[in-house]
Every structure is written in C-alpha cells, then in structure tokens.
C-alpha cells in the first residue's frame, strides 16, 4: 500500500510547523492512516521544524499513538480490575481462538486487530469488550466468540 504523503502535507499546511504541535499533528495523521506509519514520521520532520527523534519520543510517549497498522476494526477486551476479577483472562483466550491471533496481533485479512486495555469506564457491566466505540459487556467465552459471529454475519 503505498502512503499518500500529500495529505500529510495538507495536514501540516493547515495546522502550522511548531514543536509545540506535535500532538496534534500526530493525531490528524493518526485520524487520516489509523495509525503512525515511519514514512509520515519522516514526512513530519522534513515539513516542519521538528526532528524524526522528538516526533518519535512523542508517538511512543504517548499510548493513544499506534505505530503498527492496524485491522479494520480494534477489538480491544478489556483488562482493568474489574474486568480482570470477571474473567478477562478468559474473554481474550475466546477472542484469540475465534480471530486465529494472538493478543496485540492482526487478522491475516487485516479486518481485526486484538488488543487488551485498561479500564474502558463500564466496570458494572464487566467482562467487557469493545469493537471500535461499540461496547459489549456482561460477556463469557462463549458470548465474546458470538459478538464477532454477529459482527461478520452484519457483514
Ligand atoms: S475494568 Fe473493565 S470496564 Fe472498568
């Protein structure tokens, strides 16, 4: 897949060149890729006045920066204490089996990225997994499995 570097460059036109803008820069790159790809990195640093190395101290500083590629969709279970106590452990073994990946890893076909989470803010409705802003809780092995069956048979 070849990057389209030029939206970089409509980013950077519009929001300015100062170190003091690389968070939200990396955020609009972020918005626009998905996640931080290294040539965008290194079309930052040449466009603005901020080096490859301060950019990259930010972007791993900060966890809402991803830099690997991800699914199409976030399947993220998460493993705060609630969720923990409620069997997270567990839900992420389902999700492993049903995705054929392993926690932190995406599908073949690239449609699903595994990841575990701190606490997503629902703790009463714990064990809870969210697929991109959609939350699902009160879940068990056997209903995690169901909530990417229901998922793909939406198509
Ligand atoms: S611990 Fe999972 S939602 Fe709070």
Redo the contacts with the bound molecule.
């Keep these: 897949m070849t990057l389209e570097l030029s939206k970089v460059d409509a980013i950077v036109e519009k929001m300015g060149t100062g170190p003091q803008l690389a968070i939200p820069i990396l955020q609009a790159v972020q918005d626009e890729f998905r996640y931080v790809p290294v040539e965008v990195i290194e079309r930052i640093a040449e466009k603005t006045e901020m080096t490859e190395s301060q950019l990259y101290g930010v972007a791993t500083f900060y966890t809402q920066f991803r830099l690997d590629p991800v699914g199409e969709k976030i399947v993220k279970v998460?493993h705060?204490?609630?969720?923990?106590v409620a069997g997270a452990e567990g839900i992420t073994e389902s999700m492993e089996t049903r995705l054929d990946v392993k926690d932190g890893e995406n599908t073949a076909d690239m449609k699903y990225t595994l990841s575990s989470v701190a606490?997503?803010?629902?703790?009463s409705?714990?064990?809870?997994v969210m697929v991109d802003e959609k939350t699902f809780g009160r879940l068990d092995r056997k209903k995690a499995a169901k909530v990417i069956d229901n998922i793909e048979k939406e198509g």
């Design positions: 998460c705060g204490t609630a969720c923990h606490c997503v803010g629902c703790c409705l714990a064990p809870v």
